[in-house]
Antibody, heavy 123, light 103 residues
Framework: QVQLQESGPGLVKPSGTLSLTCAVS?????????WSWVRQPPGKGLEWIGE???????NYNPSLKSRVTISVDKSKNQFSLKLSSVTAADTAVYYC????????????????WGQGTLVTVSS | DIQLTQSPSFLSASVGDRVTITCRAS??????LAWYQQKPGKAPKLLIY???TLQSGVPSRFSGSGSGTEFTLTISSLQPEDFATYYC?????FGQGTRLEIK
């Protein structure tokens, strides 16, 4: 079964760039699914950040679009998130997830999810 | 942007109760609606997708229904392990969550 694992620094300085990687195991990132990043500030709800297809096509949350870059590395079966100009408001648990798609549309929900990684923005 | 509003935001219930959580969209949406359960410190778990399709391995006491602007998640008989926070999602947008606690 497909498993996802996030990795990256747990502490980022204000105005810096948050960088995370999601390793996909048990399946190919080149399958017909979208691969998403979702975050959850402490004690708050879920916020979708963006997604990527194995072709490199991306979609981003409009509220974050100017600061987000998602990329894919098919050779390593992983995808990555970069969020620039971070502030304390970007402190959150960051999850990666697979968006189950049919004909390119995510209609099967997000499953599986990684375990999540807490990123704190602080000097 | 489509807004998803869940009600109630907080729900207190007892083991064995039947509970319903509603997700209302600000405009008519496709039936590509999913429901998730999240327990503290854990990633969300997919329960239902396409409004009413039960994800593999999810107990049959969970069910989903709805179309247009109103969707519901029903738990037919609450079990102790069901006390958690539930989120609806339409494509990429999430509702604000419903916290289900033991009465």
């Amino acid at each position: 079964q497909v498993q996802l694992q996030e990795s990256g620094p747990g502490l980022v300085k204000p105005s810096g760039t948050l960088s995370l990687t999601c390793a996909v195991s048990g399946g190919s990132i080149s399958s017909s699914n979208w691969w998403s990043w979702v975050r959850q500030p402490p004690g708050k709800g879920l916020e979708w950040i963006g997604e990527i297809y194995h072709s490199g096509s991306t979609n981003y949350n409009p509220s974050l679009k100017s600061r987000v870059t998602i990329s894919v590395d098919k050779s390593k079966n992983q995808f990555s998130l970069k969020l620039s100009s971070v502030t304390a408001a970007d402190t959150a648990v960051y999850y990666c997830a697979r968006g189950g798609a049919i004909f390119g549309v995510v209609i099967k929900g997000f499953d599986p999810w990684g375990q999540g990684t807490l990123v704190t923005v602080s000097s | 942007d489509i807004q998803l509003t869940q009600s109630p935001s907080f729900l207190s219930a007892s083991v064995g109760d039947r509970v319903t959580i509603t997700c209302r969209a600000s405009q008519g949406i496709s039936s590509y609606l999913a429901w998730y359960q999240q327990k503290p410190g854990k990633a969300p778990k997919l329960l239902i997708y396409a409004a009413s399709t039960l994800q593999s391995g999810v107990p049959s006491r969970f069910s989903g229904s709805g179309s247009g602007t109103e969707f519901t998640l029903t738990i037919s008989s609450l079990q102790p392990e069901d006390f958690a926070t539930y989120y609806c999602q339409q494509l990429r947008d999430f509702g604000q969550g419903t916290r289900l606690e033991i009465k």
